[in-house]
């Protein structure tokens, strides 16, 4: 595999499931993201994780549990969602070097959520 | 903070025809800029970037984009469109660390054969 790969591609839950979302990147980048991306809105950068530690929460409600174990993997666990929570979740790597967010990022496919 | 305006929500040309879309930041700074694209199903995919030096940058696919200070712009041109150029072009900007990327709202581009 090669990039920035996402699992499931599509997920339908209920409001009381759990489930999680993985992200996996093959680039040996040190940092990733999550972003939500909701219809007609642009796109909601989520999580921050750099060298494996958070560093910026965009006031993202307590439903959403992101992780990231080392730095090729990241997982975002839910539970207990809105309806409003349906969208395409897309995970992004990037090399950060010396703590400059601004080398490109390189995004995966997404994993379409829809919550019942 | 910084921030990312896409004044064209969605735009139809003809294969052949040549393509501008527009971008408008704002940012303190020096900006870091990025155009990615988004095939429907797909994820973003890295079309350009302007760091800093020559202000027309080349990117993937034959399109380039043109960094204006004075009018705070990064608008993305392409001589001849394609049918496979269909899709949503989002234009981002970056700053320095602890600003993450802001991301415009995006142009969807529609291509008639």
């Known amino acids: 595999e090669t990039g920035v790969t996402q699992t499931p591609r599509h997920l339908v839950m209920g409001m009381t499931n759990k489930k999680s979302l993985k992200c996996e990147q093959h680039?040996?980048?040190?940092?990733m993201y999550w972003y939500k991306q909701s219809a007609k809105k642009p796109l909601e950068l989520m999580f921050v994780?750099?060298?494996?530690?958070?560093?910026e929460n965009n006031s993202v409600p307590s439903r959403f549990s992101p992780e990231c174990p080392n730095s090729s993997h990241l997982f975002l666990h839910l539970h207990t969602l809105q309806p409003e929570d349906s969208a395409l979740y897309l995970c992004?790597?990037?090399?950060?070097?010396?703590?400059?967010?601004?080398?490109?990022?390189?995004f995966g496919p997404g994993t379409r959520l829809t919550v019942l | 903070a910084q921030s990312v305006t896409q004044p064209d929500i969605h735009i139809t040309v003809s294969e052949g025809a040549s393509l501008e879309l527009r971008c408008n930041y704002s940012y303190g700074a020096t900006p870091y800029l990025f155009w990615y694209v988004q095939s429907p199903g797909q994820g973003l995919q890295l079309l350009l970037k302007y760091f800093s030096g020559d202000t027309l940058v080349q990117g993937i696919k034959g399109f380039e984009a043109e960094f204006k200070r004075s009018q705070s712009s990064f608008n993305l041109r392409k001589p001849s469109v394609h049918w496979s150029d269909a899709g949503e072009y989002f234009c981002a900007v970056g700053g320095d660390y602890g600003q993450n990327f802001v991301f415009g709202p995006g142009t969807r581009l529609s291509v008639l054969p």
């Open positions: 680039l040996g980048h040190n940092a």
């Open positions: 994780y750099s060298l494996e530690e958070r560093v």
């Open positions: 992004a790597s990037s090399q950060d070097r010396d703590r400059q967010p601004h080398n490109e990022q390189f």
